[in-house]
C-alpha cells in the first residue's frame, strides 16, 4: 500500500521534472517568429480568426492606420444592448428571454412568439428524472462551474439524439441548456453549500412561470422570497452578459470545439472549462477580492490621496496579490468605456442607494474606477486609455443582492450559454471548416539514448 508520504514524494519528485522542464517562452522568440502572443497584434487589435453576425464588440476605430479610441458599443444581432436594457424597463418587463431569442434566431420576436418561447423555456426547466440525485447531490463539487460543466456533459446521456448537427437539433439542445443550467447550477450550489459547507439542503422545484432571473432568486434562497427589484436587476446582469462577440475565450472555445464536428454538450462544457478561469469569467471574484483588500488597508474611503497610494502599491506589486493589476480597469477592446459597465454602475447606483454601508461601498468602487487611471498614468509612465469593464461592478451587485460568492462565475456562465450556442451553431453551418491554426516548434532532432546510458 502507498502512505500518504510516498504520494507527497513521488508528486514532488514529477513536479521538480516538470519545472526543470517548462518555462516561461521570452518576448523575444514571440517576435523573432512574427507569433501573435494571445493571438493580439502589437497594437492591441485582435488577429482576424472568423466571421460572425452574432455580436459585435466595438471600442475604438482605425483612421489612417493608427488605433483611436472611442465610446464602447455592444450590438446584439445590430441592436445596440443599451436599448434592448433601456426598452424592456420602459415597458416594465423582463427581458433576458427575448434577448436570447433574438441571439439565437437572429431577430427580435413579436409578442406572441416571445410568450410562446417563454413558455417553452419554464416548461423545459424541469431536470429528466434521477438527474438531480445521480448526477449532482451523489458527487458534490466544491466548484460550481465544474459542477456545471459535469452536469451538461452528463445531459448528453439523457438526449435521444446527442450527435445529430442539423440547425433543428443543435436548436432544440441550446434551448434545453439554456433552460436548464440555471437549475443545474442552483442544485450545484445547494449540493455544495450542504454537503462541503454543512448547511441546510433546499431544493426547489424550478416555477415554469417564472421569469429566468425570477426562477433563479426563487431556487437560491431558503424563503423563495425575492423583490421585483432584484429579479429586475439580477434580468439586467443576464442580459448583458448574454453575448460579447467571437473572440472572447469561452466563445472562441466554443468555435474551435464546435469546428471539429463534435456534439452540443461538448462544446458547452468546454466553454464553462474557460469561463470559469479567474483571466475571464472569474474575473468578478477577483475584483471582489481586491476591493476587500483595499477596504481592509484603507482607512479614509473618501480621502482620494490615501485611495490612490494603495492603488499605486498595488500597481508596484507591493500589494494586494502582487500581480500588479487591478482588477476590473483596462479591456482588450473597450477604450473609453464597456457599455456593459454603463448600465450596470446606474442600476448599482440606484440598488446601493437602498442601503447605507452598500452606499459607501459603492462610492468606493467609483473612486477606485475614477483614480486607477492617473496613478497607472503616473507609475507606469502610461498615456494608455483606460475604462472599468463589467467585472469591475457585477460582483458588487451580485452581493447587494444576497447571491453567495460562489454563484458569481456560474451566474455568468447561464447568461452566456446563448451566445456560445449562437455561435456553436454559427460555426457548424456557416463556416464547416476545422479551426487549426499553426504552432512554430522550437524542437531541435536529439539522437536517442538507450536507458541504460543515460
Known amino acids: 500500500m502507498i502512505t500518504a508520504e510516498h504520494k507527497a514524494a ?30 493580439r497584434n502589437d497594437d492591441g487589435t485582435g488577429v482576424m480568426a472568423g466571421l460572425t453576425s452574432v455580436g459585435q464588440v466595438v471600442g475604438y476605430y482605425i483612421s489612417d492606420g493608427e488605433k483611436l479610441p472611442m465610446e464602447g458599443q455592444l450590438k446584439y444581432r445590430g441592436y445596440q444592448i443599451k436599448e434592448l436594457v433601456r426598452n424592456c424597463e420602459n415597458e416594465n418587463r423582463f427581458g433576458f428571454e427575448e434577448v436570447a431569442y433574438l441571439l439565437l434566431f437572429g431577430h427580435l420576436p ?20 434521477g438527474f438531480a440525485e445521480d448526477m449532482i447531490l451523489k458527487a458534490p463539487s466544491k466548484n460550481i462551474m465544474n459542477k456545471i460543466a459535469r452536469s451538461v456533459l452528463a445531459a448528453y446521456s439523457y438526449d435521444e439524439n446527442p450527435d445529430e448537427l442539423s440547425v433543428g437539433n443543435i436548436m432544440r439542445q441550446s434551448i434545453e441548456l439554456i433552460a436548464r443550467l440555471p437549475v443545474m447550477a442552483a442544485y450545484g450550489y445547494q449540493a455544495k453549500s450542504h454537503y462541503h459547507d454543512g448547511k441546510s439542503l433546499y431544493l426547489h422545484s424550478p416555477q415554469p412561470e417564472l421569469s429566468t432571473a425570477e426562477n433563479l432568486l426563487y431556487m437560491l434562497r431558503p424563503d423563495n422570497h425575492y ?126 442607494g437602498m442601503n447605507e454601508e452598500h452606499f459607501k461601498e459603492f462610492n468606493l468602487y467609483k473612486k477606485v474606477e475614477k483614480l486607477t487611471p492617473e496613478v497607472f498614468k503616473r507609475v507606469k509612465n502610461s498615456d494608455k486609455v483606460m475604462c472599468a469593464n463589467v467585472d469591475m461592478y457585477s460582483g458588487l451587485v451580485y452581493k447587494m443582492l444576497s447571491i453567495p460568492q460562489e454563484m458569481y462565475t456560474p451566474l455568468f456562465a447561464m447568461s452566456r450559454t446563448v451566445g456560445w450556442c449562437a455561435h456553436r451553431l454559427e460555426e457548424t453551418i456557416g463556416a464547416n471548416r476545422i479551426i487549426r491554426p499553426a504552432y512554430k516548434s522550437l524542437v531541435h532532432t536529439r539522437e536517442y539514448v538507450k536507458i541504460s546510458d543515460r
Not at 111 to 124: E, M
Not at 228 to 255: C, K, P, Q, W, Y
Open 10 to 39: 513521488l508528486a514532488g519528485f514529477f513536479q521538480h521534472e516538470a519545472e526543470d522542464q517548462y518555462s516561461p517562452f521570452s518576448k523575444e522568440l514571440f517576435k523573432k517568429y512574427d507569433v501573435k502572443r494571445g493571438l
Open 110 to 129: 413579436n409578442a406572441d412568439t416571445l410568450s410562446k418561447f417563454k413558455t417553452l423555456i419554464g416548461n423545459l426547466r424541469q431536470l429528466p428524472e
Open 227 to 352: 423583490t421585483r427589484d432584484e429579479a429586475e436587476m439580477l434580468d439586467v446582469l443576464l442580459m448583458i452578459h448574454a453575448e460579447h462577440g467571437g473572440g472572447n475565450n469561452s466563445t472562441f472555445t466554443t468555435r474551435v470545439v464546435s469546428s471539429s464536428g463534435t456534439d452540443t454538450y461538448s462544446a458547452i462544457a468546454a466553454a464553462i472549462g474557460s469561463l470559469k478561469g479567474h483571466k475571464h469569467g472569474g474575473a468578478n471574484a477577483k475584483v471582489m477580492a481586491m476591493m476587500q483588500d483595499i477596504e481592509e488597508h484603507v482607512k479614509d474611503w473618501e480621502n482620494d490621496d490615501e485611495i490612490a497610494a494603495y492603488l499605486e502599491k498595488i500597481i508596484r506589486k507591493e500589494a494586494f496579490d502582487k500581480s500588479g493589476l487591478i482588477y476590473g480597469m483596462g479591456h482588450a477592446i473597450y477604450t473609453y468605456s464597456d457599455p456593459r459597465c454603463v448600465l450596470l454602475k446606474e442600476r448599482a447606483e440606484k440598488l446601493s
